[in-house]
Nanobody, 120 residues
């Protein structure tokens, strides 16, 4: 199973950027999908998650500005980031709990990370 993230780049404060992350390979089902980020010198933090049932949760720092969504037919998770701030600058990683067959326990898989830079 591979997760391929895309969509990072440079944006001015107040602007918007969208990330996507597509899972491929031997996939039977995907449970929770998440976006994390890691800023320079800081620990990786959870930004948002969406469950297989569609429930969503966000870090307090991004509530009201970021929106997570998923397309189960495409095995893809998205993160729409609006009203961005310089403190959103980080490498963003996607994560997915993937089962390769109906009896397998889900395993965590990670994308390669995509850099998001917000200029002031």
């Amino acid at each position: 199973v591979q997760l391929q993230a895309s969509g990072g780049g440079l944006v001015q404060a107040g602007g918007s950027l969208g990330l996507s992350c597509a899972a491929s390979g031997s996939i039977f089902s995907i449970e929770t999908m998440r976006w994390y980020r890691q800023a320079p010198g800081k620990q990786r933090e959870l930004v948002a998650l969406v469950t297989s049932g569609g429930s969503k949760d966000y870090a307090d720092s991004v509530k009201g500005r970021f929106t997570i969504s998923r397309d189960n037919a495409k095995n893809t998770v998205y993160l729409q980031m609006n009203r961005m701030k310089p403190e959103d600058t980080a490498v963003y990683y996607c994560n997915a709990e993937v089962s390769s067959n109906w009896f397998a326990v889900p395993h965590d898989y990670w994308g390669q990370g995509t850099l998001v830079t917000v200029s002031s």
